[in-house]
């Protein structure tokens, strides 16, 4: 008996030891990573963000740093309301794996048989789309943001889309876009009855406990604390910026949410969609988020394959996917005007980061995201994420600089305008993107678009005009203007698209 109680006193010792040595590990990363967060930050401009590491299950890691509003300065918190914009893609593939685990539609299904309606622009492509390539971004479309930009509503951007041109073979390639993201909202609305904002608030936040997420920012109005959008302007004025009223492109990005709410949704995935012990989505269809639908070209994966060195980069249901130091990394970033978001999930090792920050295309959010999968599921505190992808990033601006300014060297001096001001002026039409008006401005020309965006024209050489959006955080682009034969202006073109004269 003595020797077995001498037994367990010595068990019980090297428990408590273990469970001592441990809490110190946990606790010596917690103040390496919450040091490191706090010196990154003034590298990056960064104004206010939020952050939260989940491992195993438990929450290890959440703070906030910075203010919410440079103007009306506020901390910035656990609490803070912010935009979990291209995150919610992931929120939206789980509904529609919920609907396959009813039996009401399968990944495979043809498109055609849910919404009849539907259109591409190309008939083969709309009788062969299927449920699966809603999610996948390689259906042949390129990018057309400017359709919710233009505050197109969600009925009327899957309308237009049967007038773009495919960029590519229907599965042959991929490119990111968010617009078949809408379209899958389209069938979680005829599919389940419900919208989808209504479908995603009682089937996910509800079920998680996320009493402060919505599905969009007008809704959280009245919470405390809510962040406010910042920009950069070169490389060291930060403003706030005037939070644009999108159109129907909700479920692609619309939801908000804060950290505090956002570690639920990490723990509901680590633990393979199971909350308070039910599971929410079948392990078979759960898995399938996660598995590669399809290839993700160079040109269209993050900067940051220069310092990862993926061997493969592909995309799962609302996934971007690499391999990193012998593991599958599942990760995707959010960004809207003034705001971002990240979410790195490591499932084998049962490890998660979310980032918020309200400065827009921060790119502090990869760096903090490489750095605590480094600490946590590696044990290495070697490498120093923020300065390499600082430069990384920098090195990109500075080149797209250079290649402005040489394009600009370029301009014919001591040109004009084949035809007066008034000769611009008139209402032009897009098939896919609407009607613009140009009128005169002064002693310039105006374009006016839907949703209240606007370029000003200001003469370059010839009939080319450099164009000025009126939300500045936009930037410049460039507008030309073609004659018909019997010398009138018929068209302009900006952005890759052509606007036609209305008669």
Request: charged share 25%; with cysteine; aromatic share 14%.
């Amino acid at each position: 008996m003595r020797r077995l109680f001498i037994s367990f006193l010595v068990l019980f010792v090297c428990v408590k030891t273990f469970s001592q040595t441990d809490s110190k590990e946990i606790q010596n990363k917690v103040d390496l990573f919450d040091k490191y967060i706090q010196t990154s930050m003034p590298l990056w401009k960064t104004t206010g963000l939020s952050v939260a590491v989940v491992k195993d299950g438990k929450v290890i890691f959440k703070k906030g740093y910075g203010i919410t509003n440079i103007d009306k300065p506020q901390p910035f918190t656990t609490s803070t309301i912010s935009f979990c914009a291209s995150t919610t893609k992931a929120m939206t593939a789980a509904c529609i794996g919920m609907l396959v685990d009813e039996g009401k539609i399968k990944w495979d299904d043809k498109l055609k048989e849910i919404l009849p309606g539907f259109r591409l622009y190309d008939p083969y492509v709309s009788d062969e789309i299927t449920i699966r390539d809603l999610l996948r971004h390689n259906a042949g479309l390129g990018n057309g943001d400017r359709l919710w930009l233009f505050g197109y509503s969600s009925e009327e951007i899957v309308r237009r889309m049967r007038y773009m041109k495919p960029a590519y073979s229907v599965r042959s390639s991929f490119i990111y876009q968010n617009l078949m993201y809408v379209v899958a909202g389209e069938v979680i609305k005829k599919v389940s009855g419900m919208p989808w904002n209504e479908f995603i608030t009682k089937r996910i936040f509800q079920p998680l406990g996320m009493s402060h997420t919505y599905t969009k920012f007008t809704e959280a109005k009245n919470e405390s604390s809510v962040a406010t959008p910042h920009f950069l302007y070169g490389d060291t004025v930060v403003k706030t910026i005037e939070a644009i009223n999108f159109g129907g492109y909700d479920p692609a990005g619309s939801v908000v949410s804060c950290i505090d709410d956002i570690t639920k949704w990490m723990q509901f995935l680590q633990d393979s969609a199971i909350v308070n012990g039910k599971r929410l989505i079948r392990a078979e269809t759960f898995s399938e988020f996660f598995k590669p639908q399809s290839l993700v070209t160079k040109a269209e994966f993050y900067p940051t394959q220069e310092k990862t060195h993926p061997h493969w980069t592909t995309y799962g249901f609302g996934w971007f996917q690499q391999d990193y130091r012998g593991r599958m990394f599942q990760f995707h970033t959010g960004s809207l005007d003034g705001a971002v978001a990240i979410f790195g999930f490591l499932p084998e090792e049962k490890f998660s980061i979310y980032v918020f920050s309200n400065l827009d295309h921060t790119e502090i959010r990869h760096a903090l995201m490489w750095k605590a999968t480094d600490l946590w599921c590696f044990n290495d505190n070697s490498r120093d994420w923020s300065t390499e992808l600082f430069s990384l990033y920098k090195e990109r601006r500075d080149s797209a600089r250079i290649k402005e300014k040489e394009r600009e060297a370029k301009r014919v001096m001591g040109t004009k305008p084949s035809l007066p001001v008034a000769g611009y002026t008139g209402k032009f039409t897009n098939e896919i993107y609407g009607d613009a008006d140009i009128i005169i401005n002064g002693n310039d020309l105006t374009i006016k678009f839907p949703n209240k965006v606007s370029l000003s024209l200001k003469h370059w050489n010839y009939d080319v005009f450099r164009a000025y959006y009126n939300y500045d955080w936009y930037g410049k682009t460039w507008v030309t203007f073609s004659q018909s034969s019997e010398g009138k202006i018929s068209q302009f073109e900006y952005d890759g698209a052509v606007y036609r004269k209305k008669e």
